[in-house]
């Protein structure tokens, strides 16, 4: 190998995304066996939808959704057999923590140019 010890120079800690991973892992199996047993959310967040996907593509009953010109929505079932593939549990993992930091990230963001400028400009 080139770089041995290349792995020691990789900024993102391991103990802190296992952490994420063990966290997500452990809401999933949670709202998987919310829906098993038949209970009702009053509200539906990104991963709910993510695995409602998934469960869909595992299923093969993906939809396709089309408007017409008239602004009536078309589902033509028929379009997505053979495309749509499912996620595994690592997939699914990943696209929680990349929604979950890319959101940290805007937000922190957002929050220091904002107080930036109310400190600049105090009036």
Do not use: C
């Not at 020691?8 to 919310?34: C, H, N, R, V, W």
């Amino acid at each position: 190998a080139l770089f041995p010890n290349a792995q020691y120079l990789d900024p993102i800690s391991m103990e802190g995304t296992d952490y994420f991973k063990m966290a997500l892992k452990q809401t999933i199996d949670e709202k998987i066996k919310q829906e098993k047993q038949g209970v009702v959310r009053r509200h539906v967040d990104f991963l709910d939808l993510l695995l409602k996907a998934n469960n869909a593509a595992k299923e093969g009953k993906v939809e396709d959704v089309d408007d017409d010109d008239e602004g009536d929505i078309k589902i033509n079932k028929s379009s997505w057999e053979g495309v749509a593939s499912a996620m595994s549990d690592d997939e699914i993992l990943g696209h929680s923590m990349l929604i979950i930091f890319a959101g940290m990230e805007t937000t922190a963001t957002t929050l220091q140019l904002a107080l930036t400028q109310l400190a600049r400009n105090p009036d």
